[in-house]
């Protein structure tokens, strides 16, 4: 039996494939079976596939027809054989101690998931720190994380309003089996947010490893960023609701999940260019009562109140842009007068500077003199 059991959808990815693999199959706790679901690819990904398989027998594949990304790991996860679970994006790829870092520290803290942080980068190599991400280390501080756990309790923004992503964690299987309705949505996109609120509110003990170990793509031709995928959302959002009120969590997580419904909506509200998402945001909102102001970040309750103020799509628009340009010139006001200030500073600094210029000159020519 393998330690660890990796899931990976794959779906063309022909030009990602081999780094994504090359990451796994070198990575320095060995203990693994990899688990490649080709879900109907069409490119040379198979071929990919069979070509590391051939060499690395830890490598198993599964060949199924195109049914998307939830499908493709709730079938990975049926033929896994480990101990702890990890899923990992066939257009991504992890840094090679990450298995053997996430592991131990799921092993000294008897942890059921552990967390972590990731960068994205591009195809050109740049990387940068994503804003979205477990800053579990913001609210705990420097602490030693291998003797370390907490529960949702302890950090209830990470359950509806931090990063969902199925590819942040480890999962100990065990307890993964133990929740019912763990399965990933099958035909929607943001399939592994139910799944992750589920984890989170269930885990006794969480555990987190501070360190940025995922490295996720940002490709321009990603499913995610399609504009037709915004509608999806809506689905995902009352999926989590019925979750939160059928387990009672809902009074508990209320103003947790007012924002997170909010902020999730206004998020693909520009890019879906749409009269129809535009009227069901605006049909979920007036149904969105706010208790509390002060727990929804201004940027959602400014485009709460827009989405409401608004007659149609274009209006919406008008008022979005002309906000967000008075923004700017709020800005730059600021910039302009920091900059005033920073130059009156540098003004005053330079001459305090020329007058203990003179007066060290003064003093080494009345020596001279001496």
């Given at each position: 039996?393998?330690?660890?059991?990796?899931?990976?959808?794959?779906?063309?990815?022909?030009?990602?494939?081999?780094?994504?693999?090359?990451?796994?199959v070198?990575?320095?706790?060995?203990?693994?079976?990899?688990?490649?679901?080709?879900?109907g690819?069409?490119?040379?990904s198979?071929?990919i596939?069979?070509?590391?398989?051939?060499?690395?027998?830890?490598?198993?594949?599964?060949?199924?027809?195109?049914?998307?990304?939830g499908?493709?790991?709730n079938?990975?996860?049926?033929?896994?054989?480990?101990?702890?679970?990890?899923?990992?994006?066939?257009?991504?790829?992890?840094?090679?101690?990450?298995l053997e870092?996430?592991?131990?520290?799921?092993?000294?803290?008897?942890?059921?998931?552990?967390?972590?942080?990731?960068?994205?980068f591009?195809?050109?190599?740049?990387?940068?720190?994503?804003?979205?991400?477990?800053?579990i280390?913001?609210e705990?501080?420097?602490?030693?994380?291998?003797?370390?756990?907490?529960?949702?309790?302890?950090?209830?923004?990470?359950?509806?309003?931090?990063?969902?992503?199925?590819?942040?964690?480890?999962y100990?299987k065990?307890?993964?089996?133990?929740?019912?309705g763990?399965?990933?949505?099958?035909?929607?996109?943001?399939?592994?947010?139910p799944?992750?609120?589920?984890?989170?509110?269930?885990?006794?003990r969480?555990?987190?490893?501070?360190?940025?170990?995922?490295?996720?793509?940002?490709?321009?031709?990603?499913?995610?960023?399609?504009?037709?995928?915004?509608?999806?959302?809506?689905?995902i959002?009352?999926l989590?609701?019925?979750?939160?009120?059928?387990?009672?969590?809902?009074?508990?997580?209320?103003?947790?999940f007012?924002?997170f419904?909010?902020?999730?909506?206004?998020?693909?509200?520009?890019?879906?260019k749409?009269?129809?998402?535009?009227?069901?945001?605006?049909?979920?909102?007036?149904?969105?009562?706010?208790?509390?102001?002060?727990?929804?970040?201004?940027?959602?309750?400014?485009?709460?109140n827009m989405?409401?103020?608004?007659?149609?799509y274009?209006?919406?628009?008008?008022?979005?842009?002309?906000?967000?340009?008075?923004?700017?010139?709020?800005q730059?006001?600021?910039?302009?007068?920091?900059?005033?200030?920073?130059?009156?500073?540098?003004?005053?600094?330079?001459?305090?500077?020329?007058?203990?210029k003179?007066?060290?000159?003064?003093?080494?020519?009345?020596?001279?003199?001496?």
């Amino acid at each position: 039996m393998p330690e660890i059991s990796v899931i990976v959808p794959v779906y063309n990815v022909e030009n990602y494939l081999k780094e994504c693999l090359d990451s796994l199959v070198n990575q320095s706790f060995t203990d693994i079976e990899i688990i490649c679901v080709d879900d109907g690819a069409t490119d040379k990904s198979p071929d990919i596939l069979k070509e590391y398989a051939d060499k690395d027998e830890r490598i198993k594949i599964i060949s199924q027809k195109n049914q998307g990304l939830g499908a493709s790991r709730n079938n990975g996860l049926k033929e896994a054989c480990g101990k702890y679970i990890y899923f990992l994006d066939s257009d991504d790829y992890i840094d090679l101690k990450a298995l053997e870092k996430l592991h131990n520290n799921a092993v000294l803290n008897k942890s059921e998931i552990v967390l972590f942080k990731f960068q994205t980068f591009d195809n050109n190599r740049n990387i940068h720190k994503r804003g979205v991400e477990f800053r579990i280390d913001d609210e705990f501080g420097d602490i030693d994380y291998n003797n370390f756990t907490f529960s949702y309790k302890n950090a209830k923004r990470h359950v509806l309003n931090s990063a969902f992503s199925a590819c942040l964690k480890l999962y100990r299987k065990d307890f993964i089996d133990s929740i019912e309705g763990f399965d990933f949505p099958v035909g929607l996109n943001f399939e592994d947010i139910p799944t992750h609120v589920k984890v989170m509110l269930n885990a006794s003990r969480i555990s987190f490893v501070p360190e940025f170990l995922y490295y996720y793509r940002s490709n321009p031709d990603s499913i995610l960023n399609s504009t037709a995928n915004g509608f999806d959302m809506f689905e995902i959002i009352s999926l989590v609701e019925n979750y939160l009120k059928g387990n009672g969590y809902y009074d508990e997580l209320e103003n947790e999940f007012i924002f997170f419904k909010i902020a999730q909506i206004l998020v693909y509200m520009i890019s879906t260019k749409s009269e129809d998402y535009f009227n069901k945001a605006k049909e979920e909102f007036q149904k969105t009562q706010i208790r509390d102001e002060k727990t929804i970040k201004k940027y959602a309750l400014d485009g709460y109140n827009m989405v409401l103020s608004s007659d149609c799509y274009i209006d919406y628009i008008i008022t979005y842009f002309e906000k967000n340009n008075q923004n700017l010139v709020n800005q730059n006001k600021k910039l302009d007068f920091e900059n005033k200030k920073l130059k009156e500073l540098n003004n005053k600094l330079s001459s305090s500077n020329k007058s203990d210029k003179l007066h060290t000159t003064f003093g080494f020519l009345k020596n001279l003199k001496k």
